[in-house]
């Protein structure tokens, strides 16, 4: 059964700092593997996602890789601004495409 | 429609009730997904839906939560007999198809609470 961790639960950072947030899965044979942004009371919103082939996707300031071998993943946020504060949510599916979520980083950005 | 959309967004209801939860999911998407995600936590899996049968329904937690997507489109979520710890935001989402090299589109949820 794939399980997915996020390491640091919590993050509290200065706005300005480049910051990166990290996300661990036990299953190496991913079909990809998704970043959400969760804000408070609100849904997830799509940020990257990073199919099994790829190593990396950018968004603007966001940048996320993917070690499939390490099961790893790392979604690193540039210049970081009060407006990322929010959790942040990975993500990956198994073969019928049924998400398993890890718990998720809270970050908090501080002007 | 232009994303996935849930109604209502939210809705406290006292232990014992009936309730229905609605999800209308991108046009076009077959596949659609229901979660739910207590508090502090990750969402959790509960049934998908490809097309208008339940493919996957191994994540209801018991036989108290239903749901239907009778032609299609716009599935509900229907939970008898509501409990306390059924207090959590319930989270519908859309793909193309069950296909995962498809991404998800999440609509903003149902925030349930129990008194």
């Known amino acids: 059964k794939q399980e997915v961790t996020q390491i640091p639960a919590a993050l509290s950072v200065p706005e300005g700092e480049n910051l990166v947030l990290n996300c661990s899965f036990t299953d190496s044979a991913i079909y990809n593997l998704q970043w959400f942004r969760q804000d408070p009371g609100k849904g997830l919103t799509s940020l990257l996602l990073?199919?099994?082939?790829?190593r990396e996707q950018t968004s603007g300031r966001l940048n996320a890789s993917l070690d499939k071998s390490s099961g790893r993943s790392t979604l690193y946020i540039a210049a970081s601004q009060p407006g990322d504060s929010a959790t942040y949510l990975c993500a990956v599916p198994n073969a019928g495409n049924m998400l398993t979520f890890g718990g998720g980083t809270r970050l908090m950005v501080k002007p | 429609g232009a994303g996935v959309s849930q109604t209502p967004s939210n809705k406290v209801t006292e232990k014992g009730k009936y309730v229905e939860l609605r999800c209308d999911p991108i046009s076009g998407h077959t596949a659609l997904y229901w979660y739910r995600q207590s508090l502090g936590q990750g969402p959790e899996f509960l049934i998908y839906f490809q097309g208008t049968g339940a493919a996957d329904d191994s994540g209801l937690p018991n036989d108290r939560f239903f749901a239907v997507r009778p032609e299609g489109s716009v599935s509900t979520l229907k939970i008898q007999r509501t409990e306390r710890g059924d207090s959590a935001v319930y989270l519908c989402?859309?793909?193309?198809?069950?296909?995962?090299?498809?991404?998800?589109?999440f609509g903003s949820g149902t925030r349930l609470t129990v008194v």
């Open positions: 990073i199919q099994s082939s790829q």
């Open positions: 989402a859309s793909s193309l198809n069950r296909n995962p090299t498809y991404g998800y589109t």
